[in-house]
């Protein structure tokens, strides 16, 4: 947690995975039995709803010691949430953020779109939920991960629609080497290079991608990869792939 600048420790890590797992449903109230499921893992102990709300208190200790003008973490029943704007949650400004650019997107506005991509892109700053353990915490973050994902290949799409594939470059080969079975990103990486002049670059990054894709799936690359692949065989102009928003406003 941070507070004006300072990082603040809000205590043990399962005293963390709460305020994670609250931060996550912000606004919504949390049951205690998905609380206990969520930071046990289905193996609770003894007295846990004991130590729920010991880790609750803790939480409101943290947050006032912080300098939090009221008491965050509301009380209904057998069930908390924090409440909270959600300019003070990552996640809920990213999400806000990048649907504004979807709406930009959409109704032509690139230069904005792309602005807006690269402000929510820029809120990440290491993996979703990065030392959180359990099930619970692992779905979320791939969950967390594919939404980034989205988000960084529309991206990808508005800067190629500019016309700013030199710039791309550099970017999508760090980014297919981390995917390299995501095929819209080597799509990408292929179309930057080849407008650039780099045909045979770009033919062999398709080389590259089918022999893993092969090796790994054991199937063929898509067709948007395979008509690609011919385009620049034959030397043909390839328009660059729409972005209309189709990831989500």
Same mark, same amino acid.
């Given at each position: 947690?941070?507070?004006?600048?300072?990082?603040?420790?809000?205590?043990?890590?399962?005293?963390?995975?709460?305020?994670?797992?609250?931060?996550? /449903? %912000?606004?919504?109230?949390?049951?205690?039995?998905?609380?206990?499921?969520? *930071?046990?893992?289905?193996?609770?102990?003894?007295?846990? /709803?004991?130590?729920?709300?010991?880790?609750?208190?803790?939480?409101? %200790?943290?947050?006032?010691? #912080?300098? &939090?003008?009221?008491?965050?973490?509301? $009380?209904?029943?057998?069930?908390?949430?924090?409440?909270?704007?959600?300019?003070?949650?990552?996640?809920?400004?990213?999400?806000?953020?990048?649907?504004?650019?979807?709406?930009? #997107?959409?109704?032509?506005?690139?230069? &904005?779109? #792309?602005?807006?991509?690269?402000?929510?892109?820029?809120?990440?700053?290491?993996?979703?939920?990065?030392?959180? $353990?359990?099930?619970?915490?692992?779905?979320?973050?791939?969950?967390?991960?594919?939404?980034?994902?989205?988000?960084?290949?529309?991206?990808?799409?508005?800067?190629? #629609?500019?016309?700013?594939?030199?710039?791309?470059?550099?970017?999508?080969? $760090?980014?297919?080497?981390?995917?390299?079975?995501?095929?819209?990103?080597?799509?990408?990486?292929?179309?930057? *290079?080849?407008?650039?002049?780099?045909?045979?670059?770009? @033919?062999?990054?398709?080389?590259?991608?089918?022999?893993?894709?092969?090796?790994? @799936?054991?199937?063929?690359?898509?067709?948007?990869? %395979? $008509?690609?692949? @011919?385009?620049?065989?034959?030397?043909?102009?390839?328009?660059?792939?729409?972005?209309?928003? %189709?990831?989500?406003?």
């Amino acid at each position: 947690m941070w507070v004006d600048g300072r990082r603040i420790r809000v205590g043990q890590p399962k005293q963390q995975a709460l305020l994670a797992l609250l931060a996550l /449903r %912000r606004g919504s109230l949390v049951p205690v039995h998905e609380i206990i499921d969520a *930071l046990w893992d289905g193996t609770p102990p003894n007295r846990v /709803r004991n130590q729920v709300q010991v880790y609750v208190a803790g939480l409101r %200790r943290a947050l006032a010691a #912080a300098g &939090a003008a009221r008491d965050l973490i509301n $009380t209904r029943g057998r069930a908390y949430r924090l409440d909270t704007p959600s300019s003070t949650v990552d996640l809920s400004v990213f999400e806000q953020v990048a649907a504004a650019a979807g709406r930009l #997107a959409s109704v032509g506005a690139l230069p &904005a779109a #792309a602005r807006s991509l690269e402000a929510a892109l820029a809120i990440w700053r290491g993996p979703p939920l990065g030392g959180m $353990t359990g099930q619970f915490f692992e779905q979320a973050a791939v969950g967390l991960e594919e939404r980034r994902l989205a988000v960084l290949e529309q991206h990808m799409e508005v800067m190629l #629609a500019l016309g700013h594939h030199a710039g791309l470059v550099s970017r999508l080969r $760090t980014t297919v080497a981390a995917y390299p079975l995501h095929e819209h990103f080597r799509y990408g990486l292929m179309l930057a *290079l080849y407008r650039c002049g780099r045909r045979a670059e770009a @033919l062999a990054v398709y080389r590259q991608g089918r022999h893993r894709i092969v090796g790994e @799936l054991g199937i063929e690359p898509g067709p948007e990869l %395979r $008509t690609l692949e @011919l385009c620049i065989l034959r030397g043909e102009p390839v328009p660059a792939p729409a972005s209309t928003g %189709r990831h989500g406003s």
